[in-house]
């Protein structure tokens, strides 16, 4: 595809030229970046000065969300540090982790990304493979070729751009590359609105959960709301929106692709105003406090319409209402006249700070039209009088069912979205060319929309695996991080890259030194004893290539072509080192080195070769170097002087300075890290349809749902191990973790386990002891139907892989802690007390409780122990 060679500002005023009248810095704000994913280049240096009108309605906000989500130590002599920052080589970072990210590749392997040296290179090799990987081949070139034909985009390209900013980071450098794109969009919305309340109700959809229909319908009926919700507030700022967003893709046919629009990455882009919900609560941002009541009442009308509309009779509609609790937890001013750049980000980041017991509580009733009801009660919410069914509905329901109109909605919702837990083209009979042609996403294609119960997943066992993803940010807060550690990060992937080469180049060094021609060398009888200690001692191993790399590095010759000079000291200081050389070889050094310097010009075109081939890629590690040096000497002068602790350390263990970087608990990076924990869930269901694994998917990810839900067989639990293995394998040390912040649920129930027993445990307390990496292993043993007592153990990701690494080569360990235990028992460290079931057990927790306050299982047995026995309860 022949390049374009507009910047993604100059694509964005093309595509919005005809409607400049009409947008908001709203609009603008929101839609700023969004081509910048695909088009790295700006355009804000170029001549052409014609984007200028549309930067300016943005440019304030851009800038208080930018500065919001950097570190405090970039901030003072900004503009000194930005020049040296965006020369740097660059990552894309996982903001749960401040480590390079892992995508689900072309081959459907984890993959983590690694530094290159240039930001338009994160956007040509791992944005081009990540959305080729999950949409197919070619899709990054076939999207990049219309947007630059200036194409208005279809639904589904439209999907592939929004996924690009999902992926993509708003910056280059530290404390920006972990920010996603459309996080940072959101960001810079929220500060255009500059009165900013974030509001929390009660989800009006939900009140209890009796079946898996009602967990699976409330999450996809939430997401309805969400769309018009969000619709109401958004016309509530600006009224062109819709319109304006008509000139990029064709979003009047929305509503015919209704399974794409409420499901990521579409809904992501359509909720911009949401900042979380779940089933039993909703926080979302509104900039006048007056709509909140009306934007709730349009969103609860225009969804039940939207669910019901097929389904009922409109010639005998009844008034019927739902309660809605609301709540002011955070507000905040942003006044911009004033350039208060710093402040106003500040202010931004505010929100996040939630007040959870206050503002003042308001009871609001909205009514809204429903279907004609009889005089029997809602079985589910036992509050609203239930609808008569009309034929269609019990074919669909069943004729003894009772709902109201809000939990009939509720049931029917799934059918309208899409149900995720209906039969996938992943759950069918697939091949390798369906991946490779369609993508990894052809796995979440729907083969029909009826659903499906667990038994439709057994093998004839009752056992199955509530498999949970939940996010959990309680750890959150502000991080320090040691620039140096990205440094050696970078120099370690970077001599994975040229070991080979430097082993190719050391190895005609060696050849050269141990041939005939050097002792035909004028010169060399003088030296005659001393070659022959070095010719001894010349050992290249794998340890000596990576010291040639390090001293090459640490070179301060220019030039494209490795200097002899730097060879032949690098040769004599590794084999003829002073400590091993008496007086008089030491006077002979001089000849020896100017021998071999000679016999290496001999063969200068060899080594010259792929010398240039290694300098080429060493020099990106040079120039970071280099640029950290320039970088800390602009902090401590920064620092000088103030009452703000210093951003650069002496590290006495090895005499050198740490450059120490803070990156800020802002309001972008949560939506970043949403986003994130939603990529990784759909990537983790996606290896599980890989894997072949058979599972019937709950609740699908989504940037502000914190929950993934699927059930497996237990006979597929090992299958699921195998993908936790790799992405152990893959993630490696993180940099700078939140601890805890992704919780994987590994629990074991029968079939019949109701549903809300799975969600009483998930919302029950762990004990974080043990485990400060960012995913953790919660296994749960139900059972039937047996709820633990007190906080649940969690594991870190890389001790459960350990323990069960073990678990061939020590068997009976294992299996000790399953034949001693009964499987009516939650805790498998009950070992010892098989004699106690059912009733017995239960008296026999509850009397120790009592007496010594606390649960009788945590006592005597070692972590590793208790790993081993949840790992032998949940495989046998």
Not at 356 to 384: D, P, W, Y
Not at 705 to 724: A, C, G, N, Q, Y
Request: hydrophobic share 35%; charged share 30%.
């Amino acid at each position: 595809m022949e390049s374009c060679n507009k910047g993604h500002d100059k694509i964005l005023y093309d595509y919005l030229s005809a409607y400049l009248q009409k947008i908001s810095n709203h609009s603008a704000s929101y839609l700023h970046d969004i081509f910048k994913a695909l088009f790295v280049k700006g355009d804000s240096e170029s001549e052409d000065k014609s984007t200028s009108s549309l930067e300016e309605m943005y440019r304030n906000y851009d800038r208080i969300a930018s500065i919001a989500e950097q570190s405090k130590c970039f901030i003072p002599n900004n503009v000194k540090i930005m020049n040296i920052l965006k020369n740097l080589p660059s990552y894309i970072l996982n903001p749960l982790n401040l480590s390079p990210i892992i995508y689900l590749s072309k081959n459907l392997n984890l993959f983590k990304t690694t530094f290159q040296p240039k930001f338009k290179d994160l956007s040509e090799i791992y944005l081009k493979d990540y959305l080729d990987s999950k949409y197919g081949n070619n899709t990054f070139n076939n999207i990049k070729y219309n947007i630059c034909s200036k194409q208005k985009l279809d639904i589904k390209s439209f999907e592939v751009l929004v996924d690009s900013i999902r992926f993509f980071p708003q910056r280059s450098w530290i404390s920006g590359n972990d920010i996603s794109l459309l996080a940072h969009l959101r960001g810079a919305l929220l500060a255009s609105l500059e009165d900013i309340y974030l509001v929390e109700i009660n989800n009006p959809f939900y009140s209890n959960f009796i079946t898996l229909k009602d967990a699976e319908g409330v999450y996809a009926i939430t997401k309805v709301f969400l769309y018009h919700l969000n619709n109401c507030l958004f016309e509530k700022v600006d009224q062109n929106f819709n319109e304006i967003l008509k000139s990029i893709a064709d979003v009047d046919k929305l509503t015919e692709y209704s399974n794409d629009l409420y499901n990521s990455p579409l809904i992501d882009f359509f909720t911009p105003f949401v900042f979380s919900a779940d089933h039993e609560k909703i926080r979302f941002f509104v900039k006048n406090k007056d709509h909140i009541e009306e934007c709730i009442k349009e969103g609860i009308n225009k969804t039940l319409d939207e669910v019901l509309d097929k389904w009922i009779s409109k010639d005998k509609l009844i008034e019927d209402s739902v309660s809605i609790n609301v709540r002011i937890v955070a507000h905040e001013h942003i006044d911009d006249k004033d350039e208060k750049y710093v402040e106003n980000a500040e202010i931004l980041n505010n929100l996040l700070s939630v007040n959870e017991k206050g503002g003042e509580l308001t009871h609001m009733q909205i009514t809204f039209q429903g279907a004609e009801t009889s005089n029997e009660l809602c079985e589910v919410c036992k509050r609203r009088k239930a609808v008569k069914l009309n034929d269609k509905l019990k074919e669909i329901l069943g004729n003894d069912v009772k709902l109201c109109n809000v939990c009939l909605a509720v049931r029917l919702s799934p059918f309208h979205v899409g149900r995720s837990s209906s039969l996938k083209k992943g759950d069918e009979e697939w091949n390798l060319n369906d991946i490779k042609n369609n993508g990894w996403n052809y796995f979440f294609i729907s083969s029909g929309n009826k659903g499906r119960s667990i038994d439709d997943i057994t093998d004839g066992s009752d056992d199955v695996i509530f498999i949970a993803m939940k996010l959990n940010l309680k750890n959150y807060k502000e991080r320090i991080v040691e620039l140096n550690k990205y440094y050696d990060e970078m120099k370690d992937e970077l001599y994975n890259l040229v070991k080979d080469d430097i082993n190719k180049y050391l190895g005609i060094v060696k050849e050269i030194l141990l041939s005939e021609n050097i002792s035909k060398n004028k010169g060399f009888e003088r030296v005659k004893n001393i070659y022959e200690k070095l010719k001894e001692k010349m050992n290249f191993d794998e340890s000596l290539s990576k010291k040639f790399f390090d001293t090459l590095i640490m070179s301060n010759r220019k030039g494209s072509r490795i200097d002899f000079s730097v060879v032949t000291d690098f040769i004599i200081h590794e084999f003829l080192g002073s400590e091993n050389t008496n007086i008089t070889e030491i006077k002979k050094l001089p000849d020896i080195i100017n021998i071999i310097k000679e016999v290496l010009r001999q063969k200068s075109n060899d080594l010259n070769n792929i010398g240039s081939i290694i300098l080429s890629k060493i020099n990106t590690i040079k120039n970071l170097r280099e640029k950290l040096r320039e970088l800390k000497e602009v902090m401590k002068s920064d620092s000088v002087g103030t009452t703000q602790e210093s951003t650069v350390k002496t590290d006495l263990v090895r005499e050198t300075e740490k450059v120490l970087v803070d990156i800020p608990k802002s309001l972008d990076r949560e939506f970043s890290i949403r986003l994130h924990f939603s990529i990784l869930g759909e990537e983790l269901l996606a290896m599980m349809y890989y894997k072949r694994i058979k599972q019937l998917i709950l609740i699908n990810p989504s940037t502000f749902t914190p929950l993934v839900l699927t059930v497996i067989r237990k006979s597929d639990l090992s299958k699921f191990i195998e993908i936790l293995k790799e992405l152990n394998n893959v993630l490696g040390d993180e940099i700078s973790p939140i601890s805890n912040s992704v919780l994987i649920y590994l629990i074991k129930a029968k079939s019949y386990t109701p549903i809300s027993i799975i969600f009483y445990i998930l919302n029950e307390e762990i004990d974080e002891k043990g485990n400060s990496d960012s995913i953790g292993i919660v296994p749960v043993i139900v059972g039937r139907n047996n709820i633990p007592i007190g906080p649940l153990n969690v594991f870190s990701l890389k001790e459960f892989c350990e323990e069960y690494e073990k678990l061939p080569e020590d068997i009976e360990s294992f299996s000790e802690f399953f034949e001693t235990s009964s499987e009516d028992i939650p805790y498998p460290e009950f070992k010892n007390y098989k004699k106690f079931v059912n009733d017995n057990i239960y008296s026999y927790v509850q009397e120790y409780i009592k007496r010594e306050k606390k649960a009788p299982f945590s006592i005597k047995y070692k972590r590793e122990d208790k790993l081993r026995a949840y790992i032998a309860r949940l495989l046998m």
